[in-house]
């Protein structure tokens, strides 16, 4: 790596072979302090911190040979003693190998490495530790100005000039200075002086990172830990905290290669602060300002603090969510949004984040979407839900104006632009206050109706299609988009028609890929809930619209033509939820169903539907996502589940809900539905009520003994609960399409096809007789269900068994 041979150091001043003469060099008493060579200590310290590199057997061999409480004496007298002199790049050394002395000791010998904590982390005479006196010397500006060669400078001398800086390469290998004495045999006085001064600036600069990556090492050794918070106090560590990002928060002279490695430090550290339960809220919220601070002067220092703004970006994001976990205290939370730091630190992250993240190089994204994430959590904290009502959310002080308007259309461009990430930001615009009104203006529903493009695949008749295609990620962001839009700008006055109609053109437009997303069930299984959720939110809306305009739903232009547009995805929904209804969770694991089912005849018109009952979604699950029970027996035995398999059941399970939510608001909105197949819905009402049922008793009745069982018995409740809700709506459903099917007798279709409609009626009726016998919600009750909602089951359960004998459903159930 240059400079004297470290070997010939050792043997002249001791006389003995390396490795002695090493130890016997490193352990004189004031060694570092006293040494009369920089570069032999430097060199001496490299060689200790790579022994530890090395196998675990020369790693032991070293060890073996340093007298007791060598680590403690170095400690002691070096740091930070030897901070800044001509000694800077040996105590760099000593730093990283006390950091690989920190991570043998951690396990192997805890009690030796919590002395080494205390040490480096107690409070000395001075009220300060060890560890911010490091910062406290650390060189984090050049005094000096920055030298600037001279436009009239003979550039090409300055090329033949440059060579590495002298050191071990994996140090100096990528700072560059100029062969003074070439300058002297051929350039000017100035050149020559201008020579030297860039000579010392980068000798400093290699140093100061130097040592601001030793620090890097060692905070990252310690506080990995385990005995690291039964060492440490909060306090200190925050302390350590507000020093960094003070020392490092200067308007002008900011050394990168200083402040980055510091800002690395950090970003390792803050998981540790914030996993204190010491760590109040305004702790980490004066920690925040403070990271806001130095990514303001990043954004003023120029485009080289750039990558260094992304790692403060991911602090901030981490410190933020602490902030948005202490919910009890709002008029605190709004005192900190109206404070100008966090909105001139977001107006950077704007800029940063407004680069389109598949057009770039994989830094350029990494830092792209860090300011996006950072962004979104200010948003986010800022401008929650209990905070919307107030003026001065963050969003509109981003987006109002000229230049927030300007910031908003970078957006818009990167929708246009198919970027997939910025939906999620655009997703926390819309849901706070104003947010939805704002994206609105600035024509992001618009922007979503973007050309398709490629082609289409054939029609399947069945579902869980494993194609290598799968459907693209922006169309799954856009949907999550417009859901947020729609479901917090609702649609309550006709000035508001213009967003319902780019909704429905939207569901026009992407109708064959939503279909392929609805083919690939139970692939993207969350989507899918998206999907059928911005499904229901339009046809809600869309009813009420029509109200206010005094209109019968059925009688409305716009909803006909978002029923003619969504027809062939209705029964594609229909399908599908008549599939999960009947398989909530593994068939090995259901309750039978009754066996009159066997004898009835389904006249439906729903031909996918039988179709798709020979295959099993939960077939189509890779094994490693979910846990088969053994064989023999049906229930929830509890070594036989684990949690992974019921978080996939509450997926399909939450796809279900929405998806019978849908259906229910179209029943409610353009009628009948003829695709729903009665026998199929009367077993999805049994397996539903069954399941949830089963659950219940399940939960009554176990063991809850270790973590492991809770978690088991959490997301067993939110599954039955889910199950529950879908027995209600399946009861609604089979309700609102019985009334269809009475009311079609008298139709001119209805006669012209008697007998057909009877038999279906029939059918549909002998069904849902079975079902409401079988599982006796008027006396047992919805399982899973609390409070009113367990009358209202009771209730809605009657009606639909009057309506089964032909005697009409009250009005105020199905309107």
């Not at 009113?788 to 009057?802: A, L």
Request: with cysteine; charged share 20%; aromatic share 6%.
């Amino acid at each position: 790596g240059g400079g004297p041979n470290l070997g010939g150091l050792l043997v002249t001043a001791t006389g003995k072979n390396c490795f002695t003469a090493l130890v016997e060099i490193i352990t004189r008493p004031e060694f570092l302090t006293q040494v009369e060579d920089p570069i032999l200590a430097s060199k001496a310290y490299e060689l200790l911190y790579k022994l530890y590199l090395t196998s675990a057997s020369t790693q032991d061999a070293t060890v073996h040979k340093l007298p007791p409480h060598f680590w403690s004496h170095q400690i002691q007298h070096y740091i930070p003693s030897c901070s800044g002199t001509a000694l800077s790049h040996a105590y760099a050394w000593l730093l990283k190998a006390l950091a690989q002395e920190i991570h043998r000791v951690k396990t192997m010998r805890p009690q030796s490495c919590a002395e080494l904590l205390h040490l480096l982390f107690a409070r000395t005479t001075g009220g300060t530790s060890r560890m911010e006196v490091i910062l406290d010397h650390l060189p984090v500006c050049y005094t000096g100005a920055i030298p600037v060669p001279s436009p009239k400078v003979n550039h090409d001398l300055i090329r033949r000039a440059s060579k590495t800086l002298d050191g071990p390469l994996e140090i100096t290998g990528r700072y560059r200075i100029v062969d003074e004495t070439l300058l002297i045999n051929n350039g000017d006085d100035s050149l020559i002086s201008w020579g030297q001064q860039w000579n010392a600036y980068v000798k400093w600069s290699c140093t100061t990172h130097h040592i601001s990556s030793a620090f890097e090492m060692l905070l990252a050794a310690t506080t990995s830990c385990h005995s690291f918070k039964q060492v440490v106090d909060t306090r200190s560590l925050e302390l350590l905290f507000s020093k960094t990002l003070v020392a490092t928060n200067r308007d002008s002279g900011v050394e990168v290669g200083c402040a980055l490695p510091l800002a690395n430090a950090l970003l390792r550290a803050v998981g540790v602060l914030l996993s204190d339960d010491e760590t109040q809220p305004d702790i980490a919220y004066n920690i925040s300002r403070l990271v806001s601070e130095n990514i303001i002067q990043c954004f003023r220092a120029g485009v080289e603090h750039v990558e260094r703004t992304a790692v403060l970006s991911c602090i901030l994001q981490a410190l933020l969510a602490k902030i948005s976990a202490d919910t009890g205290d709002n008029s605190q939370q709004q005192r900190h949004r109206g404070d100008d730091v966090f909105f001139h630190a977001a107006v950077y992250l704007c800029h940063l984040s407004s680069s389109n993240d598949s057009q770039t190089d994989a830094k350029t994204v990494a830092i792209t979407l860090a300011a996006r994430a950072s962004l979104t959590s200010l948003i986010e904290t800022f401008d929650s839900s209990t905070l919307r009502q107030q003026s001065s959310s963050l969003s509109l002080r981003l987006f109002t104006g000229r230049e927030g308007q300007s910031r908003l259309a970078r957006f818009v461009h990167l929708l246009l632009a198919k970027d997939v990430t910025v939906s999620t930001l655009l997703q926390r615009v819309a849901i706070s206050h104003q947010g939805a009104e704002l994206l609105h203006s600035a024509g992001v529903p618009a922007a979503l109706l973007l050309p398709e493009g490629g082609k289409e695949e054939e029609e399947r008749e069945t579902y869980g299609a494993m194609e290598q295609e799968v459907v693209p990620q922006y169309f799954l962001g856009h949907v999550k988009l417009l859901t947020a839009i729609i479901a917090s700008h609702p649609i309550n006055h006709s000035r508001h028609e213009g967003l319902l109609l780019e909704v429905h053109r939207f569901l026009y437009r992407y109708r064959l890929m939503a279909e392929r997303l609805l083919k690939i069930f139970p692939k993207e299984r969350h989507a899918t809930c998206g999907y059928l959720t911005l499904l229901s939110l339009a046809v809600a809306n869309s009813r009420q619209l029509s109200l206010e305009q005094g209109q019968q739903p059925q009688n409305n232009s716009s909803i006909l033509a978002f029923s003619t547009a969504v027809g062939p995805l209705t029964r594609r929904v229909t399908d599908l939820v008549l599939h999960v209804a009947m398989h909530p969770l593994p068939v090995k694991s259901l309750p039978p169903l009754p066996f009159q089912f066997e004898s009835i005849h389904s006249y439906s018109n729903s031909r996918k539907a039988a179709i798709m009952t020979s295959k099993c979604w939960w077939n189509l699950i890779p094994e490693r996502n979910i846990s088969h029970q053994q064989e023999g027996g049906n229930g929830l035995n509890s070594d036989r589940w684990n949690i992974s398999t019921l978080e996939v059941a509450l997926e399909a399970v939450q796809c279900l809900e929405m998806g019978l939510v849908f259906l229910e608001r179209m029943g409610r909105t353009v009628g009948g539905n003829d695709a729903i197949d009665g026998v199929l819905l009367a077993k999805g009402l049994c397996r539903c009520s069954d399941t949830a049922r089963m659950i219940e008793n399940h939960i009554k009745n176990i063991n809850i003994a270790d973590q492991e069982s809770q978690d088991l018995n959490k997301a067993l409740s939110i599954l039955g609960k889910t199950l529950g809700r879908c027995t209600e709506l399946i009861l609604i459903l089979a309700a609102l399409q019985m009334r269809s099917l009475l009311k079609e007798k008298d139709t001119p279709s209805g006669r012209k096809h008697h007998n057909l409609l009877l038999q279906t009626l029939q059918g549909f009726k002998q069904a849902l007789t079975v079902a409401l016998e079988h599982v006796k919600i008027e006396q047992l009750g919805i399982g899973c269900i609390e409070g009113d909602n367990v009358e209202f089951g009771k209730r809605m359960t009657r009606c639909t068994r009057e309506l089964v004998g032909d005697v009409p459903i009250p009005n105020d159930i199905t309107h």
